[in-house]
């Protein structure tokens, strides 16, 4: 491989060899664009326990990319720009988990569970995993409910929302959007 010329490489190869070449100085701050296109699963792994070791280690690491789905599992900050502008910045948890509103629940009698939910204003709907996904109503609420109600509680959960339906619902283009 050393004889072959690094253009004929594959472009994950590629890929390295990029981030090879840019951490010769070791510096304190890396900026990527798309560093996982290319890569297969073993490189995307190693990619980002590298990044996250690098970020732990106190260097700053920006990452832009529209793999949001792999984006999620490396980084502690979002910063949202669409068609320039900038729309939401925050810690991932605070810019996921404020999306979506849904708690999700199982009990002993979901039937009873959800006429109890209902007549408290909460919106309960049957989910095909066979819990019950709650609008309307906080996790603490659904629990006080239920106990009232003395149905032992199975799941109770908020759901949060991936980052790609957050940033999708951020910046209004949800499902049934044209690319």
Known sequence: MA???AGNYSLGMRQRLALAATMLGDPEILVLDEPANGL?????RWLRDFLRARADQGS???ISSHVLAEVAQTVDDVVVINRGQLVSQGTIGDFTGRQTGVVRVQSADDERLADALAGAGGRPR????GTLLVEGLTRRQIGDLALE???PVYWLTEQTATLEEAFLALTGEG???AP
């Open 3 to 5: 004889d072959r010329r």
């Open 40 to 44: 297969d699963p073993q490189g995307v």
């Open 60 to 62: 700053t690491v920006l």
């Open 126 to 129: 049957p989910d095909s995993d």
């Open 149 to 151: 109600a003395t149905l």
């Open 175 to 177: 499902e049934g959007s």
